[in-house]
């Protein structure tokens, strides 16, 4: 029997188990040192995650078992050395793993091991490409292992980082994918702004401000969101006054427009393609150039609302060539001009851009436009300096501004925004300290004086007059414009097609009286014709306006569409002049009861509101637009602008109904007016002419009331000319029966008693 009191070996090991038990508590405390040390939940669950970890604690909780349970299952068992032997190699493999959890521990605080592990594990998942998550998750492990990397003595650690985020960003490049992870962002982010917190050293590898430099890699294309988180870091580092970091970021990007980013034209070889450039890639790259210039004026325009004016001024007068260049810097009046046109052009277009694009410190949301109004002030600075900085071409080249806009619509707006530039120019002429320490003027006067001797006494105006000047210009060129600028075919093929629209709109409930039915030669036929000619703006119909015209084709239609409802019911009226029946709205419906009519005949009304009675009265629906049903008969509802022919119902019957013709114009007039055709069915002809190439066509009232202005107008003429045709009046027979409102009609009425059968 198994002598459980006196059998030591067991409880040796027994006791082992407990004291690596009691050792537990101790490698728990490991991971919160590892918290503590690196600032990071990240790498401490990546410690609770390591096999050697997650294998020791399985170990010691089965060795604390079996400590419990074996004594008592070896207790008179014949095969007790069996129970001993499986102890026995539980704790060995207990102290193993034990001893090879310390070995990791030790890593644990030794950054430069941790950091090839780490590297190593993120490697493996990157080239697998696998798991994008866990491919992220062991690069912000690392990322919160920079702090501790950075901090320390040997530059050699800081390097690696820096080689490693480089590493990322020559993959990138080869793969022609300029779209970085998100998480390659937020990591640089951290690091940016742990270094910005950390000691400064006079020469460390940091100070170039690779960090951000990175970004701007070569020709590679700076994506959307490279530009929002280098502007996200950029102020992290003027709020920490990294002012040398920001001057070395300058350097990079200035050396990336001159060498990666320069213009091109079709007439360009494209190494990369081996073609020339195409009009497609050209566009690419003047959009890209746009895009990174405006970004750095609008990062000076921020240095000028921080006040950062020394560093502003190291950034202006930066420059690497002998003959002085500054690619980041618009350095002559039409360079500054054409930025500036172009800023506020994109604040008409998209509002809120810039606040949404480049937030600055205590600027938030929506500020009122006070970003692009830091960005219009420190582009008044730059028009300053041009008159500083060494001219070494034309005065003229330097102080003329570029060609204007060439659209009604571009002119308004640089107009515009021109008087609030002339603004701050007075408000950056009277910052004296501006000007004297970013750019070293202190009398505007002398410098214009000294230009002046330069080029042999030359007049060398003022920003005040460039800027009245140009006003000036814009004021002649919107007048001639507004003269001269050709009708767009597209705009006035619009017009037309909604006119064309309008036409059918209105016409489609008269589909029963069109086509003949009997010889027109014997008919009474009446002139319905509802053409208009009416004046409008040039600008209506040019491209980019400087003033929306909406509503024109509405406002012809409608006059088109009064005017033919007046005579078409003016028609129906001089047909049948006589009232046969004067009944109460109330009583229509008996009324035409009393007549006794069915299918074959036909009513045709004037302003009488028909839907009232569609859920009040039997026997009525109503089967489309304008068209009713009674009791077999079908009613036409028409409206009626002129009260004298309104509230008139005319009976007759189907087959006698009058139909309706579409004459076309003269050939003189379609000759005279230019007139194309736009609807054939219709006969709907129009044209939009300039009256300034054919001042005859309006008569001289016309031009009396449109005075000197009147080539600033085009004619819209739209010719419609309906006919109505009746039959011989005593060919057929017409009741007409004038509807009474009571509420506004208290006239007599006639009995229902005297209403005959039709």
Not at 198 to 213: A, E, M
Not at 226 to 240: A, E, M
Not at 317 to 325: A, E, G, N, R
């Amino acid at each position: 029997m198994f002598d459980f009191v006196n059998y030591t070996y067991s409880g040796v090991l027994a006791i082992l188990a407990t004291l690596f038990g009691l050792a537990y508590p101790l490698t728990i405390g490991c991971i919160e040192r590892i918290d503590l040390k690196f600032n990071s939940t990240k790498l401490a669950q990546r410690f609770k995650n390591e096999k050697p970890f997650k294998r020791f604690r399985a170990l010691l909780v089965v060795n604390l078992i079996v400590a419990l349970l074996f004594p008592f299952l070896m207790d008179g068992c014949a095969h007790g050395r069996i129970f001993i032997g499986l102890q026995c190699s539980l704790a060995i493999a207990l102290v193993t793993y034990a001893l090879i959890l310390y070995s990791k521990i030790i890593e644990y605080y030794a950054a430069d091991i941790l950091q090839k592990e780490i590297l190593s594990d993120y490697h493996r998942a990157r080239d697998i490409d696998i798991d994008k998550k866990q491919e992220e998750e062991f690069f912000t492990q690392w990322v919160d292992l920079t702090p501790t990397l950075l901090s320390s003595a040997d530059e050699g650690l800081a390097k690696g980082i820096y080689q490693e985020l480089a590493n990322y960003i020559t993959k990138k490049y080869d793969e022609k994918n300029f779209t970085y992870d998100l998480y390659f962002y937020e990591g640089i982010s951290r690091i940016n702004e742990t270094l910005c917190i950390g000691q400064r050293k006079p020469v460390s590898v940091n100070n170039t401000n690779s960090i951000l430099t990175l970004l701007l890699f070569a020709d590679s294309e700076v994506s959307a969101n490279s530009y929002n988180y280098l502007w996200r870091n950029l102020r992290v580092q003027l709020f920490y006054n990294r002012d040398e970091w920001i001057m070395e970021y300058w350097k990079s990007a200035s050396q990336k427009l001159w060498l990666w980013m320069q213009p091109v034209s079709t007439s360009c070889f494209n190494e990369k393609t081996g073609n020339y450039y195409t009009e497609e890639e050209v566009r690419l790259r003047d959009k890209q150039r746009e895009v990174f210039l405006e970004f750095h004026i609008m990062l000076c325009a921020m240095l000028v609302q921080q006040n950062k004016y020394d560093l502003l001024g190291l950034m202006l007068s930066y420059t690497q060539s002998s003959l002085p260049s500054y690619p980041l810097v618009p350095s002559n009046i039409g360079e500054v001009l054409d930025v500036f046109g172009r800023m506020n052009r994109n604040v008409y277009e998209a509002s809120f851009y810039y606040e949404k694009k480049y937030q600055m410190p205590n600027m938030h949301g929506i500020t009122g436009g006070k970003v692009v109004g830091a960005a219009n002030y420190y582009l008044a600075l730059l028009t300053y300096r041009v008159y500083v900085i060494a001219w070494y071409y034309n005065y003229r080249q330097i102080l003329e501004p570029r060609t204007l806009p060439n659209t009604l619509a571009e002119l308004k707006n640089l107009r515009e925004s021109l008087n609030v530039f002339q603004e701050m120019l007075v408000q950056v002429a009277d910052n004296k300290e501006l000007l004297k320490k970013t750019i070293s003027l202190e009398n505007l006067y002398a410098e214009i004086d000294q230009k002046s001797k330069q080029f042999n006494g030359a007049y060398i105006r003022t920003p005040n007059q460039i800027v009245s000047s140009l006003i000036s210009d814009i004021d002649s060129k919107m007048k001639r414009l507004r003269e001269e600028q050709p009708l767009s075919i597209d705009k006035v093929t619009s017009v037309m097609d909604e006119l064309r629209e309008h036409l059918e709109r209105v016409i489609r409930p008269y589909e029963d009286l069109f086509n003949s039915r009997f010889e027109q030669v014997t008919a009474t036929t009446y002139n319905l014709d509802s053409s208009v000619m009416s004046p409008f703006e040039n600008t209506a119909f040019v491209e980019a306006p400087d003033i929306s015209h909406i509503g024109i084709a509405d406002s012809m239609s409608l006059y088109m569409s009064q005017t033919f409802s007046h005579f078409l019911a003016s028609a129906f009226y001089l047909e049948h002049p006589n009232v046969d029946y004067k009944i109460s709205f109330d009583s229509l419906l008996d009324a035409i009861d009393r007549l006794n009519l069915n299918e074959v005949h036909y009513i045709i009304s004037f302003g009488i509101n028909w839907a009232y009675f569609v859920d009040r009265k039997d026997g009525l629906t109503m089967i489309g637009e304008h068209t009713y049903m009674y009791r077999g008969v079908k009613v036409l509802s028409l409206n009626c602008p002129t009260e004298f022919f309104s509230e008139m119902v005319y009976v007759m019957n189907y087959d006698d109904r009058p139909f309706m013709t579409f004459e076309k114009p003269s050939e003189e007039m379609v000759d005279r007016y230019n007139l194309e055709v736009q609807h054939g069915e219709y006969n709907l002809w129009a044209s939009v002419i300039k009256i300034k190439d054919n001042p005859n066509i309006i008569d001289e009232e016309s031009k009396t009331k449109l005075g000197n202005d009147k080539n600033k107008y085009s004619l819209f003429s739209a010719i419609w000319m309906p006919m109505l045709s009746f039959k011989p009046k005593d060919s057929y027979k017409m009741i007409s029966i004038k509807v009474k409102y009571r509420p506004i009609d208290e006239g007599e009425y006639d009995p229902l008693d005297k209403i005959k059968p039709f």
